[in-house]
């Protein structure tokens, strides 16, 4: 199912919504907006075997960050610092641009 949107982008500050890191605050380490799912950083974590290599002869388990559903995070403003729903707003230069329902602040 490709979505091909989501309100957050890499970089974002987030608040996790549900599943067992509910209530983490993170950064955004990259966005898979085909899949609708985001990388955030030290959320879901899991364990991946990896098998050796020459560039790591023993080889072993590896924990890393697996992507979850965009919907189960929102995003923190950068100015009020509360998590916050976005609008699309334009601007008079007719530039796209991200605000906070909150405060009102245009956060890019």
Same mark, same amino acid.
């Given at each position: 199912?490709?979505?091909?949107?989501?309100?957050?982008r890499k970089?974002d500050?987030?608040? @996790?919504?549900s599943g067992?890191d509910?209530?983490?605050?993170a950064?955004?380490?990259?966005?898979?907006?085909?899949?609708?799912?985001? @990388?955030?950083?030290?959320?879901?974590?899991?364990k991946?075997?990896?098998?050796?290599t020459?560039?790591?002869?023993?080889g072993?388990?590896?924990?890393?960050?697996?992507?979850?559903?965009?919907s189960?995070?929102?995003l923190i403003?950068?100015?009020?610092?509360?998590?916050?729903? @976005?609008?699309?707003?334009i601007?008079p230069?007719?530039k796209?641009?991200?605000?906070?329902?909150?405060?009102q602040?245009?956060i890019?």
């Open positions: 199912m490709a979505q091909g949107k989501i309100h957050v970089g500050k987030v608040l @996790i919504l067992k509910k209530g983490k605050r950064k955004i380490l990259s966005a898979l907006p085909r899949e609708g799912k985001v @990388i955030v950083e030290g959320v879901n974590i899991v991946k075997h990896s098998r050796p020459q560039a790591m002869p023993q072993g388990i590896r924990e890393v960050e697996a992507p979850l559903y965009a189960k995070v929102m403003c950068p100015s009020c610092q509360r998590p916050t729903r @976005i609008a699309k707003k601007m230069d007719g796209r641009v991200r605000q906070c329902k909150r405060c602040e245009v890019d």
